[in-house]
């Protein structure tokens, strides 16, 4: 497994496992309708490193951002989001690219990285707290879940 800093063009490979990730509405705030050319704004924004996953054969499985989240005295602070093509979840493949990006955001000169909104039914939070994430809070009812229902945002947090 090939984890490297994205180009423009691996886009194209990513846009299917992201459209279908979001489409199912579970684990993202994005709005699940939303188009190609505004998903790739927001993956791909200049401002973010974007890394992808390669399987032996050079297939793109799994991709990941990686930013500040806060901007002037604070943009120590960085966030990302990560994605992994549903196909090829449970083989490690989204720790892997976690661990890559966290050492990335330190070699990158960040202090701690946040994440926003984790969907508390989402089964990256248990990851997340394997890999020394704590929740700071969750806001009660901020997601409408397709399944669940009504479910609360997980605001993590974890110092590099």
């Known amino acids: 497994m090939l984890i490297r800093d994205a180009k423009s063009d691996d886009w194209d490979r990513i846009w299917p496992f992201w459209q279908r990730i979001v489409a199912a509405g579970e684990t993202y705030t994005w709005d ?3 188009p190609e050319p505004a998903a790739r704004a927001l993956w791909m924004a200049p401002a ?3 890394f992808v996953v390669e399987d032996p054969e ?10 500040p989240n806060y901007g002037g005295p604070a943009a120590g602070i960085a966030n990302a989001a990560f994605m992994v093509d549903p196909e090829r979840a449970g083989r490690g ?3 892997r690219l976690a661990e890559h990006v966290l050492e990335q955001a330190r070699a990158d000169g ?3 990285m946040v994440f926003n909104a984790v969907v508390e039914t989402n089964p990256a939070v248990r990851l997340w707290e394997s890999l020394g994430f704590r ?6 009812g901020a997601f409408r879940h ?5 479910v ?5 947090f974890r110092e590099l």
């Open 48 to 50: 973010n490193r974007v």
């Open 135 to 140: 929740i700071l809070g969750t806001v009660p």
């Open 32 to 34: 699940p309708d939303t």
């Open 58 to 67: 050079g297939a793109v499985v799994a991709s990941a951002y990686l930013r």
């Open 152 to 156: 609360g945002l997980n605001v993590m």
């Open 110 to 112: 960040y202090t701690g």
């Open 93 to 95: 493949t989204g720790r």
């Open 146 to 150: 397709p399944v669940h229902g009504t």
